[in-house]
């Protein structure tokens, strides 16, 4: 039995004559005749009643036309339920990204980007440390990984590409002894209290800011670890001490201020990823060449 059998079928219930229906369906009445002889003769029963004016469903007739009425509407069903399980299923991206205070400079230009111009994709973000963000990559649980420059320690079979270029600044709560005063220099900071996150969550990070504050000649009078960006930043306003971060940090959260260091001191972000990873690097080549298209504008 075929599906054009079975709509010859429908249409002669419906009209209850072979030669209407054949009109209906754009067929010459003999060739639709012998369809419906053939579909009897496979159900082993006959369909119709022949009438001197048309035919009639017998009963078996009549059991058949609902059957495959319902059977036609499983089928229109199977057939959305299809498109919408393709629309469903997009291919997963797993996107990894610090978990910084301030990732607007960045975050949501890439994913802008990706839902421009490769719609088939559902990116996932999954906010990590340093240490964790770089075991994801390396374990395959991340396919992309937006990292800081000083947080990435591993070449090797990985492609990296800068995404933006940050100043760096000391952060200090405003109502400091720093931030109370009009002008500030590097040796106002001497023996404060310096906050950095702690090694285990990022080695990188930590002897990065270390070195910058060795750099600008200042000798903190305690060193202050913390378990992660944000519990940082408390201990920063909690203690009067202060910490390196990019210098947008102040500008979004209140309580802050800041004293920008110079240029050499600042930071990139960077996108990470496996150099087998082909489609990745061309969705970042492209993405790069759109940085590069809005810089000459």
């Avoid at 299923?89 to 996107?95: D, F, G």
């Avoid at 990292?147 to 320690?153: M, N, S, Y």
């Avoid at 913390?226 to 201990?235: G, K, R």
């Amino acid at each position: 039995m075929r599906l054009e059998q079975i709509s010859y079928f429908l249409q002669v219930a419906e009209t209850q004559s072979m030669t209407g229906a054949a009109k209906e369906l754009y067929i010459s009445q003999p060739a639709l005749s012998k369809q419906i002889a053939l579909l009897e003769r496979e159900v082993g029963v006959p369909l119709f009643e022949r009438k001197a004016r048309g035919v009639v469903l017998t009963s078996a007739g009549r059991q058949f036309e609902k059957d495959l009425k319902n059977i036609l509407k499983e089928l229109e069903n199977a057939k959305k339920n299809a498109a919408l399980a393709g629309k469903a299923r997009k291919q997963l991206l797993n996107v990894g990204c610090f978990d910084g205070v301030y990732t607007d400079d960045f975050l949501p230009q890439l994913f802008e980007y990706f839902q421009r111009n490769a719609p088939e994709l559902k990116l996932i973000l999954h906010r990590m440390s340093f240490s964790e963000g770089t075991k994801a990559l390396k374990g395959n649980k991340i396919d992309l990984w937006l990292t800081l420059q000083l947080g990435w320690e591993e070449a090797g079979n990985f492609c990296e590409m800068q995404l933006i270029r940050r100043k760096a600044a000391l952060i200090f709560p405003s109502e400091s002894r720093w931030g109370r005063q009009e002008q500030l220099s590097f040796d106002d900071f001497q023996g404060g209290t310096f906050v950095t996150v702690g090694r285990e969550r990022g080695q990188g990070v930590y002897y990065s800011s270390l070195r910058k504050i060795q750099e600008l000649g200042i000798v903190p009078g305690e060193v202050e670890e913390a378990d992660n960006i944000f519990t940082a930043l408390s201990y920063v306003k909690l203690r009067n001490g202060f910490m390196v971060l990019s210098e947008q940090v102040a500008d979004v959260f209140g309580g802050l201020g800041k004293f920008v260091l110079p240029e050499r001191l600042g930071d990139d972000v960077l996108a990470v990823w496996n150099r087998d990873q082909t489609e990745i690097a061309e969705w970042m080549d492209g993405y790069c060449r759109d940085l590069q298209t809005e810089a000459g504008r």
